[in-house]
């Protein structure tokens, strides 16, 4: 197998950034043929751990390959792919963010790649949750609701949303009831389901992590306040 170190890798339990070595992934292949129907295989098991001394979870992963045998053996097209754990990509986000928001995320994530139309769904719901919820804006459609945010948030966010309610499918149906299950690809489910995740990280995670930032400054400007008070006295 290729010598994959180091890289770059965000755990998915704890959303640290960090670098992964030897010392943190482990793989193991095993080939198999038995004259099934695709020939020569491999399964391939992977497991990352996060080097984060207040984290040290693992993550799991399966592939199983096409085996190309050349001037030595090799891993060819993959066929299918397994996130054992954490049981899908969902990201974990405080629970801060409204339960409903995180319940629609998290079973998108889950059901992507299994029916791409269902996720699709699940996350135009979430969505429309994030919307109403963060910004207080409520119509009966979604588009009219992400065209009264355009004059709310930074223009760079407004186009990467108008962009996504424009591919395929998926913008085809903007205008229609959330829940209706449309046709879409495992790339377009993905494309929503990254949306939310930055919503959530560039709204209520900045907003908490500001709030908390101005709580600490006021906190340490009154003790400090007092100090000189109890010094004059």
């Given amino acids: 197998m290729t010598n994959i170190y180091p890289f770059l890798w965000t755990c998915p339990f704890c959303n640290r950034n960090t670098t992964i070595t030897s010392n943190n992934y482990t793989s193991r292949d095993f080939e198999f043929d038995d004259n099934n129907k695709d020939g ?8 990352i751990t996060c080097p984060n001394s207040e984290c040290r979870e693992y993550l799991i992963e399966a592939e199983l390959y096409k085996s190309e045998y050349q001037s030595k053996k090799a891993v060819g097209k993959i066929l299918i792919s397994w996130q054992l754990r954490p049981s899908s990509s969902a990201k974990v ?9 995180i319940n629609d995320y998290t079973e998108a994530c889950a059901i992507r790649d299994l029916s791409p139309k269902a996720s699709a769904t699940l996350s135009r719901r979430c969505l ?98 007092q100090n000189l008070i109890g010094s004059n006295d």
């Fill in 93 to 101: 986000f405080p629970n801060y963010v409204p339960q409903p928001i």
């Fill in 40 to 47: 020569a295989l491999v399964f391939r098991t992977s497991v």
């Fill in 128 to 225: 429309q949750g994030i919307i109403r919820d963060y910004w207080s804006i409520s119509k009966n459609r979604l588009i009219d609701e992400i065209n009264q945010l355009k004059d709310k948030i930074d223009s760079t966010t407004w186009q990467a949303i108008d962009a996504v309610r424009n591919i395929g499918n998926i913008g085809a149906h903007m205008e229609k009831d959330i829940n209706l299950v449309i046709d879409v690809e495992p790339q377009e489910a993905q494309l929503l389901i990254g949306l939310i995740e930055i919503l959530i990280r560039d709204w209520y995670v900045a907003r908490y992590e500001r709030e908390r930032h101005l709580t600490e400054i006021i906190a340490l400007a009154e003790t400090k306040k």
